[in-house]
Nanobody, 125 residues
Framework: QVQLVESGGGLVQAGGSLRLSCAASGRTFSGYAMGWFRQAPGKEREFVAAISAWRGGITYYADSVKGRFTISRDNAKNTVYLQMSSLKPEDTAIYYC?????????????????WGQGTRVTVSS
């Protein structure tokens, strides 16, 4: 079992930055690929970014955030991060952290086994 707790959301002006954190429980955190998803009001949950297990040498981003967001992990702290820069109003959503039961990067929610409760990000224009 893995429990995930997100933090770092908030209200920011367009063009600003935020860093989301996701703290994981469990001794095998390093063996899980991790992902970030988001869900805006009235929309389906969508993929944002993912990072492979272990050293996190493989990352993958949605086209909408490529070049603006960076996913990283610190296995010593059992934490995965999402650094968000040049934020836009369309980035407004609840952001969820997820853990996959394997090492490979995935972009669909069904490939993730554990989910956090989400943290809200609001970008004002």
């Amino acid at each position: 079992q893995v429990q995930l707790v997100e933090s770092g959301g908030g209200l920011v002006q367009a063009g600003g930055s935020l860093r989301l954190s996701c703290a994981a429980s469990g001794r095998t955190f390093s063996g899980y690929a991790m992902g970030w998803f988001r869900q805006a009001p009235g929309k389906e949950r969508e993929f944002v970014a993912a990072i492979s297990a272990w050293r996190g040498g493989i990352t993958y981003y949605a086209d909408s955030v490529k070049g603006r967001f960076t996913i990283s992990r610190d296995n010593a702290k059992n934490t995965v991060y999402l650094q968000m820069s040049s934020l836009k109003p369309e980035d407004t959503a609840i952001y969820y952290c997820a853990a996959s039961g394997g090492p490979l990067v995935h972009t669909t929610p069904r490939d993730y086994d554990y989910w956090g409760q989400g943290t809200r990000v609001t970008v004002s224009s």
